[in-house]
């Protein structure tokens, strides 16, 4: 769309000279250059469904089967279309199109097997005035059966339908605002995760910053490892096997799992801050004469808590997965209810073996290897080299809980520093480890910074908001690259997450997680033994400011920084509160 024809010229000057790049069109004018685009728009392969303009406070419908409605809260203008990614696929999307824009673009991502648009996204980063597209990742719902003989809409989820939403959505930005956008930002966790990694490596250019939360990177080995881990426990007859662990023993394992690894981080607060230091026994439940038979495992028990908390091997003994985290929690109807989950079935019926009468018996490792060796549309994002992405500028933000079940990350970061021969990835791939985070979203821990919806920004500023924190990477440079990120809890309390290798060192004078980044972020391999019981020390056995080197990696942080200067960023052009 030609901008004049609206009598917009007058934009382009305006932007040049402002830093708050919002259009500064009346509500009028924003619902009518809305509406005009309803016949105005013309994008290759695409069909517009809708385009409507919507005042905020509203709800507004839905297609397909995921939300029948969705929560619009900034006045917008809202599109909806269609694209052919080929002429059997098709990638449903929306852009929202906030009337106060700071001229940035945001593509969301997905979860699980889906097929549904991020609606929470698209509200969240459009009141952060961000032109916002999410898409349906090229099929309708959460399951998997779309796949079934339509090799094209695997690609599509597996790494096609976030760089058509990224070429679309910014088509049908410029063609609203009258000017391209400036900065192209995606955000996505779990499978979001994956998307945003897969973009880096096979779309270097289609954003200049990416938030990869909690990404099922290694995505085929994921479905393996999670099979066996409900193998451990009987599936798929798991109802008559001794190995079953019913959920209320769980909770006897989760309980006994804080028992034993809670204060190795120096503090008795029902966090572990680092699994990877546990050494889980499960062998302490064992029944035994005196023990409550409600809270004792059987040897069979015991015996599959070992293989699930043991890293996974595959034929030629590499690792294919690390193991289940201590602190990783059971989650009623997933892995451990006693099925194969309903997300490994569809992927291995719909897209692996196209044969939707596997009997899951027979499951074994031939189909681990077989999955890796199909790997459906190029799934797997497992692959350390993002080169083009880094030496385009791009900058790479991810994140993982630690009580998440199926942490890869570390392995992530590591296979990039390998891959790119950096030992530290600092200059453009920053992850953060959070303690007592579950899978994404708000859970015990400070979870919330921001990375999820509206609910997740508990303070607008860049220092607790991961995405805030990404653009004044992207646009700040170096000086603003974040690192820290201030989680919130459920009840306010905050703690500081660190990027790894280094953690967050329970500081026992002060009698909470260090403030400052100094203090705070220590680099440990092995923290020391625990203190149980000692919640307040006179000193703490953990602060130390002496770097120690990481499996023979060079430090990461930049040492010679003055202590101070690592928070106190630079002016850079930033989200503002309105
Ligand atoms: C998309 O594909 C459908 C079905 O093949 C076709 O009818 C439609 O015209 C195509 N739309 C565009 C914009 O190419
Ligand atoms: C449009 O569709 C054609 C044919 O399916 C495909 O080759 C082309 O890449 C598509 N273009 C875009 C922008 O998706
Ligand atoms: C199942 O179909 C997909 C394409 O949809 C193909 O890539 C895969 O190789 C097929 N699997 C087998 C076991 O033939
Ligand atoms: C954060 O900023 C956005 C956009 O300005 C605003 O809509 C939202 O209410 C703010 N949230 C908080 C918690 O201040
Ligand atoms: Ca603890």
């Known amino acids: 769309m030609d901008s004049s024809t609206l009598g917009l010229g007058f934009l382009s000057k305006l932007l040049t000279s402002s830093?708050?790049?919002?259009?500064s069109w009346s509500p009028g004018e924003h619902h009518t250059a809305c509406l005009a685009l309803k016949s105005s728009l013309n994008v290759e392969n695409t069909t517009i469904i809708d385009v409507s303009y919507v005042r905020a406070g509203s709800k507004v419908a839905t297609l397909g089967t995921c939300a029948k409605r969705a929560d619009v809260s900034v006045p917008l203008c809202r599109v909806q279309f269609f694209t052919n990614t080929t002429t059997t696929s098709v990638v449903h999307g929306e852009a929202w199109l906030p009337d106060e824009w700071y001229g940035r673009f945001l593509g969301l991502g997905n979860g699980g097997l889906g097929g549904c648009i991020d609606y929470g996204g698209l509200d969240y980063g459009s009141s952060l005035h961000f032109a916002t597209v999410g898409s349906n990742n090229g099929h309708d719902g959460m399951g998997g059966a779309a796949f079934l003989g339509h090799p094209e809409v695997i690609n599509d989820f597996a790494f096609r339908a976030i760089h058509v939403e990224a070429v679309v959505g910014k088509q049908i930005v410029e063609a609203y605002y009258g000017r391209p956008h400036s900065k192209s930002y995606y955000m996505g966790c779990s499978t979001g995760g994956r998307q945003g990694t897969q973009a880096a490596l096979k779309f270097p250019a289609d954003f200049d910053g990416i938030v990869a939360g909690a990404p099922a990177t290694d995505f085929n080995r994921l479905v393996h490892w999670t099979n066996m881990l409900t193998q451990y426990i009987g599936a798929p007859a798991s109802h008559s096997s001794p190995a079953l662990i019913p959920q209320e023993l769980w909770n006897a394992v989760e309980a006994e799992v804080i028992r034993q690894c809670d204060g190795i981080d120096g503090v008795l607060d029902g966090i572990i801050t680092e699994p990877d230091a546990c050494d889980f026994r499960p062998e302490a439940l064992l029944c035994h004469p005196e023990a409550a038979l409600d809270t004792c495992l059987t040897r069979a028990q015991v015996e599959a808590l070992r293989k699930i908390y043991s890293p996974l091997y595959g034929p030629g003994n590499q690792l294919l997965y690390p193991?289940?985290?201590p602190g990783a929690i059971?989650?009623?109807g997933d892995v451990f209810s006693g099925d194969i989950p309903e997300r490994s079935k569809d992927w291995l019926q719909y897209a692996v073996l196209n044969d939707t009468g596997f009997d899951f018996r027979e499951y074994g490792l031939e189909h681990a290897v077989l999955m890796d060796e199909i790997n459906p549309g190029g799934v797997a994002a497992f692959d350390g080299d993002l080169s083009a992405f880094r030496d385009r500028g791009g900058k790479f933000i991810t994140y993982h809980g630690r009580k998440d079940p199926a942490s890869n990350s570390k392995r992530m970061y590591d296979l990039v520093s390998r891959t790119l021969r950096m030992p530290s990835l600092d200059t453009f791939y920053r992850l953060?480890?959070?303690?007592?985070?579950?899978?994404?979203?708000?859970?015990?821990?400070?979870s919330r910074f921001g990375q999820y919806q509206r609910g997740s920004n508990a303070v607008n500023a860049s220092s607790h908001n991961i995405l805030l924190a990404l653009v004044d990477w992207v646009?700040?440079?170096?000086?603003?690259?974040p690192d820290t990120i201030v989680g919130t809890a459920e009840d306010g309390a905050t703690r500081v997450h660190c990027r790894y290798p280094q953690r967050s060192v329970w500081d026992a004078a002060e009698g909470r997680f260090g403030f400052t980044f100094e203090d705070l972020c220590g680099r440990f391999a092995h923290p020391k033994p625990p203190h149980f019981g000692t919640v307040r020390q006179t000193s703490s056995p953990f602060k130390t400011?002496?770097?120690?080197?990481?499996?023979?990696?060079?430090?990461?942080?930049?040492d010679s920084r003055a202590p101070d200067s690592s928070?106190?960023?630079t002016s850079v052009p930033q989200i503002h509160n309105s």
Do not use: N, W
């Not at 646009?475 to 603003?480: H, M």
């Open 567 to 569: 928070r106190s960023k």
């Open 19 to 23: 830093l708050l790049l919002f259009s």
């Open 323 to 325: 193991r289940f985290d």
């Open 475 to 481: 646009e700040g440079g170096e000086a603003a690259a």
């Open 545 to 558: 400011r002496q770097a120690e080197t990481l499996g023979g990696l060079e430090p990461s942080v930049d």
């Open 432 to 446: 953060f480890l959070v303690p007592g985070m579950v899978h994404c979203t708000f859970t015990p821990g400070a």
């Open 330 to 332: 059971y989650i009623p």
